[in-house]
């Protein structure tokens, strides 16, 4: 089984409409990351959670709320899903206390979402 | 700021060829972590390399090579006798040390044809 899963892996939805993609590891790692990903401009950090009680906006995040249900699960919720929001997120984790200094993120297989 | 150039936003070779995806990469810090990523057309991320920013030796895995100069900023990435399985977009990442952002190049698409 992946280690880090995303769900749904495919949405087409409309404008307006409210959705939520979830993310969801095993890996134990306590670090964890939404990214979007546009054509020509690479990835970009929406939001991240050092743990659950920690939440952080990142480069782009308006237009997007999140929710640290447990340790192991992270949504990245859109309120109102606007055609602009079209694009591949990734959700990703980090262990901060790995032992290793370099913290690496390991990430989901991506969702590709349509906003019509 | 922080900030990942990859120039080259796409590069065709054929079979065999050798290539070099280039990065260029700004920070003030000194102590830093640069990463390079695979996607491949089905579209999730592959880990390639770490590199810390205390250690300057080039490094070979395979046909993969990676060549990180700090005189340059840069931390080119060397794939020697491409292989059409190769093709994929191609993202160099930067980290410092005391954040957990990963700051992302644009991607550059390599596309190798038999």
């Known amino acids: 089984d992946a280690d880090v899963t995303q769900t749904p892996r495919n949405r087409i939805t409309k404008t307006g409409k409210r959705i939520m993609l979830e993310c969801s590891q095993t890996k134990g790692h306590d670090r964890m990351y939404w990214y979007r990903q546009d054509p020509g401009l690479g990835l970009r950090l929406i939001y991240y959670s050092f743990d659950v009680k920690d939440i952080n906006k990142g480069e782009i995040s308006d237009g997007y709320s999140v929710s640290r249900q447990a340790q192991a699960k992270f949504s990245l919720s859109l309120e109102s899903a606007i055609p602009n929001q079209t694009a591949l997120y990734f959700c990703?984790?980090?262990?901060?206390?790995?032992?290793?200094?370099?913290?690496?993120?390991?990430f989901g297989p991506g969702t590709r979402l349509t906003v019509l | 700021a922080q900030k990942v150039t990859q120039a080259q936003t796409e590069i065709s070779v054929v079979e065999k060829e050798d290539v070099t995806l280039d990065c260029v990469y700004e920070?003030?810090?000194?102590?830093?972590?640069l990463f390079w990523y695979k996607q491949p057309p089905s579209g999730e991320l592959v880990f390639l390399i770490r590199?810390?920013?205390?250690?300057?030796q080039n490094e070979i895995s395979g046909r993969y090579s990676w060549n990180f100069q700090k005189s340059t900023s840069s931390f080119n990435f060397t794939i020697t006798a491409s292989q059409v399985v190769d093709s994929a977009v191609y993202f160099c990442?930067?980290?410092?040390?005391?954040?957990?952002?990963?700051?992302f190049g644009t991607g550059t698409r390599l596309q190798v044809f038999p």
């Open positions: 920070t003030r810090d000194t102590t830093y972590y």
């Open positions: 990703a984790t980090s262990d901060s206390q790995g032992g290793s200094s370099y913290n690496e993120q390991f």
């Open positions: 590199r810390n920013s205390f250690d300057e």
């Open positions: 990442a930067l980290r410092s040390y005391n954040t957990d952002k990963l700051i």
